[in-house]
């Protein structure tokens, strides 16, 4: 439903796998937890913490130790002032 009305989808953790995969969903340019495995139904892992990937519209993180990453990543695309995105990603105590 999502995909078919061209808005952007975000999964982080396991739910790559558990979710996306098992709808069709699963781009080929994604990430999610490691222990699940190096690659799925032909989708290689992506080595960085998260993966946007702009064609199929789809955000992914590796997991918990990447929420905040992912939800700035999901700020960016969903339209977020650039300059919002950038003061809330300064101010956190935490690189990213």
């Not at 781009?27 to 992506?46: D, L, Q």
């Not at 992912?70 to 101010?91: H, I, M, N, P, T």
Request: proline share 4%; charged share 20%.
């Amino acid at each position: 439903m999502q995909s078919a009305a061209g808005k952007w989808i975000g999964a982080i953790c396991a739910a790559p796998f558990v979710v996306l995969n098992a709808h069709g969903l699963l781009p080929a340019a994604a990430t999610w937890y490691p222990s699940i495995g190096e690659s799925v139904n032909g989708t290689k892992r992506g080595t960085t913490r998260v993966v946007v990937d702009d064609g199929a519209r789809v955000v992914t993180s590796q997991g918990p130790a990447t929420a905040i990453e992912f939800g700035l990543a999901v700020a960016g695309v969903v339209g977020v002032d650039e300059k919002a995105v950038a003061k809330v990603r300064d101010e956190l105590l935490v690189d990213v």
